[in-house]
């Protein structure tokens, strides 16, 4: 399998294991560290990461162009946008309504997807295009997809982690690369070469923030 591949299947497992930890079960109505996400929405949204890749693999092959992953993130219309901000309710409300589930039966449907995605992904182009519901009129590269995925796991287990009181769980070096790399990427976008350069390696320069989002 390509690396994204792998990186998504390391960050999958990963959040995974999280998911089915007690101290998330005995949180899921409590608020978790997102404005207006509860534990259980945002536990959620960490699973559709997984959940939705067999769904976009089982979807007819879009008509759309197929972008790059900056062009992907400069369209995307929830980067800057508010908590309020109408693609973000949207957001909020299905990985709710995913949580509605509850704990037991989404890691448990969680667990399951991963298991059968090792041999499903093995025969896939890497190159094929694929598109999600919540896009606009694009596409993206199967493995450009697998490495948003990548990113959007690596993070919500880290809010997961921090709304519950529990460890963020550690990745493959690799893996972790990976997310830091586009992490990196996106934030050279938002605020410019210099001010990164500057965050990495002079503190007494250093801007006061280069989040990417």
Known sequence: MTDARVEFLAAARAAEGLLR??????AWERPSALAQWSVGGLAGHLAYQVLCVPEVLAAPAPGEETVGLLEHYRRSQWLGAGVDAEINV???QSSEALG???PVALSRRVADT???LPAVLAGE??????RLPFWGAWSLALDDLLTTRTMELAVHADDLAVSV?????????????SVIGLLTRLAVRRHGP????????????APGSIAAF
């Open 114 to 116: 991963i298991a059968g």
């Open 100 to 102: 509605a589930s509850g």
């Open 21 to 26: 930890r007690p101290e998330v079960a005995q």
């Open 125 to 130: 182009d890497g190159a094929r295009a694929v």
């Open 194 to 205: 210099v001010s990164v350069l500057r965050a990495l390696s002079r503190a007494e320069r």
């Open 165 to 177: 009181g529990v460890p963020t769980p550690e990745l493959p070096p690799e893996t972790s690369e």
């Open 90 to 92: 949207r957001i909020r």
